[in-house]
């Protein structure tokens, strides 16, 4: 079952994933916002990618094939991890080291971006990290271009929100709730 693969099809892949890795990993991160996190599914990804990297007929269409495994990694992570998982009233806040204010936002989008499920997610990575197309990002998860639309609506409307909300709690005085940060939203 472990047939060895032919030493071209092997090079090849070294020399894809020579060129490729640093935006692979970027991609990762924005998925999964852990570094180390991101690591492990990159690598998840990379050896299932390889394991059919001769199936690959397009080799100019790895990348989408990369990050489709990518996502759908994540999301099998996601669902195992899902019910382990107890939801708390308040996020806490998250720090900083760096003092630059355009880190500081960085550090900030991806602590927000946790709020989405997977599949919303997904569709801001890669319409605005990526910079796909809506017609790219519905092919690559496999949806409809209206569906890719609509759920890049609510995916920004609930982003929006969030970042209201943490807004609204920081300028709160100290032992006042917003009233709409026990809420959650549909």
């Known amino acids: 079952m472990n047939a060895r693969k032919p030493v071209g099809e092997v090079l090849e892949f070294e020399e894809?994933?020579?060129?490729?890795?640093?935006?692979?990993?970027?991609?990762?991160?924005?998925?999964?916002?852990?570094?180390?996190?991101?690591?492990?599914?990159?690598?998840?990804?990379?050896?299932?990618?390889?394991?059919r990297w001769d199936r690959i007929a397009d080799k100019q269409l790895a990348d989408a094939?990369?990050?489709?495994?990518?996502?759908?990694?994540?999301?099998?992570?996601?669902?195992?991890?899902?019910?382990?998982q107890l939801p708390?009233?308040?996020?806490?806040?998250?720090?900083?080291e760096d003092s630059t204010e355009q880190h500081a936002d960085r550090a900030l989008l991806m602590d927000i971006m946790r709020v989405l499920p997977p599949q919303q997610r997904s569709v801001v990575v890669l319409r605005y990290w990526e910079r796909m197309s809506t017609k790219e990002t519905a092919s690559a998860l496999g949806m409809a271009p209206?569906?890719?639309?609509?759920?890049?609506?609510?995916?920004?409307?609930?982003?929006?929100?969030?970042?209201?909300?943490?807004?609204?709690?920081?300028?709160?005085?100290?032992?006042?709730?917003?009233?709409?940060?026990?809420?959650?939203?549909?």
Do not use: F
């Open 146 to 186: 209206g569906t890719v639309k609509s759920t890049l609506y609510r995916s920004l409307a609930r982003l929006r929100e969030e970042l209201q909300r943490r807004d609204s709690a920081s300028a709160a005085p100290a032992g006042h709730r917003c009233p709409a940060a026990g809420r959650r939203s549909q």
């Open 65 to 84: 094939y990369l990050r489709r495994v990518m996502i759908n990694t994540r999301t099998e992570w996601w669902r195992a991890r899902k019910l382990q």
């Open 16 to 51: 894809y994933l020579r060129m490729r890795q640093d935006a692979l990993l970027r991609c990762a991160r924005r998925l999964v916002g852990d570094p180390l996190e991101a690591q492990d599914l990159l690598q998840t990804a990379l050896l299932r990618t390889y394991r």
């Open 88 to 96: 708390v009233e308040l996020v806490p806040d998250a720090s900083v």
